[in-house]
């Protein structure tokens, strides 16, 4: 099972709502809130439990769109390699991997205490994080399909969530390549 869940901040949804692109860009383009995902039933980024308040919530400050662009790249990679490791947005040594075999994804979250010279916060060279621990997630199994149609689909709902909230800010250029993914998967 994969699932990727998300939560926008209410204040973030009161002061976009009324606000002009502009201001948007100056001022966020970001969408601020709580991520994680879930593999098979282990969270990859802690996530709140729904019952705490706002101001505890934002200690788990994630960069939505962010992390939602990396697992585009990801899906993008797997299509033609079958290796990928995705830098956590927060830290150098947190790394989610991911191994493709034709319809099986086996995911693990690596921690690397040697830094890997890249600024890029994607890999496809395997032997980089060779000697990374697995942590947490270890050698999940997951089917691709639910990757691919768990993607498509919260990209699709984000997208939908943020028309509702302000349709103008969705031409600033931080939403292009999540926009451009949904515009494929629909075609």
Not at 44 to 67: A, D, G, N, V
Not at 76 to 98: C, D, G, H, R
Request: charged content about 25%; some cysteine.
């Amino acid at each position: 099972m994969f699932e990727i869940k998300y939560e926008i901040f209410e204040d973030d949804i009161a002061e976009i709502q009324g606000m002009d692109i502009h201001t948007f860009i100056d001022e966020y383009n970001q969408i601020y809130g709580c991520f994680t995902l879930i593999i098979n039933g282990i969270e990859y980024l802690p996530y709140p439990s729904p019952e705490m308040r706002l101001e505890t919530k934002r200690i788990y400050s994630e960069l939505i769109l962010t992390h939602f662009e990396f697992l585009i790249d990801a899906y993008s990679e797997l299509q033609m390699n079958n290796y990928v490791a995705l830098k956590y947005i927060e830290n150098p040594w947190t790394w989610l991997e991911f191994i493709r075999n034709e319809n099986e994804l086996l995911v693990s979250k690596l921690n690397n205490d040697n830094s890997v010279d890249s600024d890029s916060p994607l890999q496809t060279n395997i032997e980089l994080l060779g000697n990374a621990k697995k942590e947490g997630i270890i050698n999940e199994m997951l089917r691709w399909n639910d990757f691919e149609t768990e993607l498509k689909a919260k990209t699709k709902e984000l997208l939908s969530k943020i028309t509702t909230v302000n349709c103008h800010i969705l031409k600033a250029k931080c939403f292009d390549r999540i926009q451009r993914f949904t515009n494929d998967s629909l075609s």
